[in-house]
């Protein structure tokens, strides 16, 4: 199923399955990255959600939180959908509890960035050592620095264009 959805979906999917032994509290107030469908397989779980927040890399993800916006119990058979950045928590009721999420992962600008930038970190001329230098030299190293990237600019213009980004996405999707 899941390399299925990944397939058809065109993004990396994942799937956790959770047990959860009677009133038993699972993580503490977090959000996730990814995007979350939880299906309730067996007894029931309740689920606190709060406001969405904007998160970036090195966002802690266990936080405090206020009152919640929504308390759903959630059945065997039922779907819940948590997107990413929603802080939420949950605990089994008066039975074990067994859901199964289904984990979506987007690809963002910043993986796209970061694949480029490993491909511009493997330039010759950015892998050359920096000459000693004291404080009084930084003149010199910022004119080089310019030429430098002016550099790697030039010999890698074609990192942006279609089919290296094809190649891009291929890779962040698997």
Known sequence: MRLKLRHDIGLPVEAYLFVSPPRGIGLSPHFDYEHAFVTQM?????????PSIQVGAGT???????????????????LLYIPSGTPH???ALDDTSIHMDICVYTITWRDVLGRLAEK?????VVTA???MVD???SRNLSTKLASILSSV???QRGLADEASLDQILRELIG
């Open 135 to 137: 404080s009084s030299c």
């Open 89 to 91: 928590h949950a605990q």
């Open 120 to 124: 511009i970190f493997n330039h010759p």
């Open 42 to 50: 067996y007894g029931i779980k309740r689920w606190w959600l709060y």
């Open 153 to 155: 600019c030039d010999s």
């Open 60 to 78: 802690e993800r266990f936080i405090d939180v206020a009152d919640p916006v929504a308390v759903v119990d959630l059945l065997p058979g039922e």
């Open 129 to 131: 050592d920096i000459p």
